[in-house]
């Protein structure tokens, strides 16, 4: 291990319960007994992140905000968030009981673009008196995510014990020590990226939606196509003034630069066609899903009131 990575780090793309629990992302041994109890409940598969009634939203969109004041409240981060762009849906998270702040929320910006400026200023900013930290939603975009009160989670404080390493407030540090690869990769934990290390101070970026690669791959074929299609236009133009000076017997093959010319337009307007059917189809499987989602996000508020007023009609009783 060379001296020049002692104060440099990484962050985990992928969640593993013994990794999270160790500083450097090379334990091969759970330490604590919520680590083990994390690691059951990944390797038997009893925590689907994707099917929690309380989700809503693009995951794409939405920001973690922790260590909230307890006195905060939607409309109060509702006006802090709204500095960094068009809040969409703010879910401050709730006591079941007492109905009190648990110090986390999640908000949903109308772009992706506004909740990355947000992931980078809003960080350790103060919204009543509190520093808060930010983060992507890994609930949904993190694979392998086990929450905190599974054991699992990221950062957290020493007073609790249970530190959990590779997020953005406690990334992992370069390792001191010899790697184990062949321990980490029995266990399916990815190893430390030896020479790719990271500064402290540099922001990790928060995963992109599949889908951008794919139009800024389609983008790049579309333009390559307007290319050919321009030279050929130029070839067809110049073969149009060579052909006043030659028979047609003298043409290879009995083809001309004119036709050559038609087919490239053909193939240009059928891809364009064939991106106007991809979009379509996409958008319209985002608007089933965000209804999907609508509707157990009201079915889920529905059963916390009702929940509520079971626990105020009870405490109304035994107070008679």
Known sequence: MSGSNVSKVFYAEN???????????TDILPHDNAVYRALLCSSAGLYDPLRDPKVFGDPY???FVG???HLTTEDSLRRAMSKYGRVKNLRLVRHIVTGSSRGYAFVEYETEKEMRHAYKDAHHSMIDDCE???DYNRQQLMPGWIPRRLGGGLGGKKESGQLRFGGRERPFRAPLRPIPHDDLKRLGIT?????RYMSR???PSPPRRETDSVCREEGSSVKDSVEKDGHSRSSSTDGDDWSHTRSPNDYRGGHSHKGNYEKMKHESRRGSNDKEDYYQRSSSEKEDR?????SDKDRSRRRDSNDRDDHS????KSRR
């Open 67 to 69: 260590r909230l004041s």
């Open 61 to 63: 969109c939405t920001l």
């Open 15 to 25: 969640y593993h319960p013994i990794q999270a629990g160790s500083i450097d992302g």
């Open 201 to 203: 101070f540099q922001v």
């Open 313 to 316: 009609r009870k405490r109304h």
């Open 132 to 134: 808060i930290i930010v």
């Open 290 to 294: 965000y209804q999907r989602r609508s």
């Open 191 to 195: 190893p430390p990226p030896e020479g």
